[in-house]
């Protein structure tokens, strides 16, 4: 069914003319193309879709039972289903799950609410070092980045995620071991790097305060048994559930380095927003709901346009880490080649890269504008300065709203050439010349705007991405929530490291000679 969908579809592509002209064509096209929830503003006029496309992506997102999916999900059904789990990220933020549910989740907010308001009334905590890999540590960078720009942060707060020896020497360097809350945040309690450089953190705190070390030592974890085995007090283990997958997962007690350093006020205005973008998500009809349009939009250039990437790129320095978060949301949940019933998927979750504008204009926007094939972006902008620098936010919007348009309209060798021979360039070089200089145009993008930088808006921003990678993942059949792709070369890691020291094991002649170079006394 889907792929004679994707055949219509790319009929209807074939005829579209250049956005530009889609303006001009539908009269009503702002108010069909831009859709707001909260204090989030998407505009998807500047995407190749013409209103007709749009129609029969909604037809689809029908065909594939859409609805019904999103009902499972709030509802608290086990769609993950090579794991049989359900999905309840949602429910961290007080949308969806039952009463067993919405109580244990209420009593862990309690929890770690007088938790994280104790440590910053004592005033005893100075620092904190919160480590954590994957969708342990990238929410809680792009969050407490977030945060900071209406929240003063009251800690000193540093991240160490990488099992390369500088992560961790970074963090630690300076700190005073007495005042330097450690934060070690696993899932599983058994990933390589956060356990690792958790032994690094206890013994470089109990080098100073011996026996008095885990008074400064928490766990965040869905093991609390590993946790106790590393020597955590119990008292000090902060839990999450299986339910939570952890690229969701910051909206849980992965976030207690955050509100300590930030406040829990700060950290519950960030979950209300993304309960009130559930709530949206859940409830406003398809052609009116922000995720859904972004999905589709996402399943139009991909399957029927073709492009295999899909830029990213905030004009907002606090949301710098917005495209490598999305990275790991979009590309381990929907980077998939099977569907749910084990068959060929085709083709499914795009790259997804970007840095924060304008440094990107200095950079890769070149091929954005000009290669082959290029990629459309998302723009993500904040309306309201809160750098107090006035001049400044204006550039960047500037820079920003220019992008957009510059990619959708181009410039025609004809004007290039004209305006070539009003500055008397010979016939010659313009030939030579009005090539390079001409812009193909009609390289779509979206645009979505934030009215503020607040808790709330960062909450409903990054919960509409959530959902977009849910729909998606439902009109490409694949499960969204499982990551069976990342464990083997975890597992390949494991077997070389003991053969870094010493030990036999049998690999391919390139493997070999690489783990040659490596001496078992290196």
């Known amino acids: 069914m889907t792929s004679d969908r994707f055949e219509k579809l790319e009929a209807i592509a074939g005829k579209l003319p250049a956005i530009i002209e889609l303006f001009k064509l539908e009269p009503k096209r702002l108010d069909n193309f831009v859709l707001r929830a909260g204090p989030l503003r998407a505009d998807f006029s500047k995407q190749a879709i013409s209103e ?5 992506l909604l037809h689809l997102a029908k065909d594939c039972q859409l609805e019904d999916w999103r009902k499972r999900f709030f509802d608290g059904e086990k769609i993950n289903t090579t794991e049989d789990r359900a999905v309840l990220h949602p429910a961290l933020r007080g949308v969806g799950g039952d009463k067993s549910v919405q109580k244990q989740v209420s009593d862990m907010r309690k929890k770690l609410r007088g938790f994280a308001e104790k440590i910053r009334k004592t005033g005893t905590f100075k620092s904190i070092v919160h480590i954590g890999i994957g969708g342990s540590d990238l929410g809680p960078r792009l969050v407490a980045d977030g945060l900071a720009a209406s929240t003063k942060n009251t800690l000193n707060l540093r ?5 390369d020896g500088a992560s961790i020497n970074d963090a630690l360097s300076g700190l005073d071991p007495k005042s330097t809350l450690v934060i070690v945040v696993s899932k599983s309690f058994t990933t ?9 953190a206890r013994e470089w705190l109990t080098k100073k305060l011996g026996k008095k070390a885990g008074a400064n030592f928490i766990a965040v974890t869905a093991n609390r048994e590993g946790a106790e085995k590393f020597g955590v007090a119990a008292d000090h283990i902060f839990d999450f559930w299986d339910w939570v997958g952890g690229r969701y997962s910051v909206w849980s007690a992965v976030g207690l380095s955050l509100q300590i350093a930030y406040g829990p006020d700060a950290f519950d205005a960030f979950l209300d927003g993304a309960a009130a ?6 409830d406003a009809p398809l052609d009116r709901n922000l995720p859904v349009m972004m999905a589709l939009t996402g399943i139009w250039n991909r399957n029927v346009l073709g492009y295999s990437s899909v830029a990213v790129i905030p004009y ?5 880490k917005l495209s490598a978060f999305l990275q790991q949301l979009e590309m381990e949940s929907n980077g998939k080649s099977k569907t749910r019933l084990g068959e060929d998927a085709g083709l499914t979750c795009p790259i997804i ?11 890769f926007f070149q091929w954005l504008h000009q290669g082959t094939p290029g990629a459309p972006v998302d723009f993500v902008a904040v309306l309201k300065d809160h750098e107090n620098r006035p001049e400044h936010h204006k550039a960047l919007l500037a820079n920003c709203f220019a992008q957009s348009e510059a990619l959708m309209i181009g410039k025609s060798q004809m004007i290039v050439e004209e305006e070539m021979m009003a500055a008397g360039i010979s016939k010659q070089d313009r030939e030579i010349l009005a090539p390079q200089k001409t812009f193909a145009g009609n390289r779509p993008s979206t645009t979505i705007t934030l009215d503020e930088l607040t808790p709330s808006a960062l909450g ?12 998606q993942g439902v009109i490409w059949g694949v499960n969204s929530f499982d990551q069976w792709g990342v464990q083997l070369g ?7 490291l003991k053969e870094l020291g010493g030990g036999k094991g049998d690999h391919d002649p390139s493997t070999e000679a690489l783990i040659g170079l490596i001496s078992p006394s290196a």
């Open 277 to 282: 973008m559930d709530t949206h998500f859940r």
């Open 460 to 471: 409903h921003l990054i919960a509409l991405y959530e959902h977009k990678v849910f729909v």
């Open 159 to 163: 991240f160490a995620e990488n099992v």
């Open 192 to 200: 390589q790097e956060t356990r690792m450089n958790a032994e690094a």
């Open 490 to 496: 975890k597992v390949l890691a494991t077997s070389i």
């Open 353 to 363: 890269w970007g840095d924060e504008g304008t440094n990107g204009q200095h950079a």
């Open 52 to 56: 007709h496309a749009r129609d029969q």
């Open 316 to 320: 907002a320095r606090r949301l710098r």
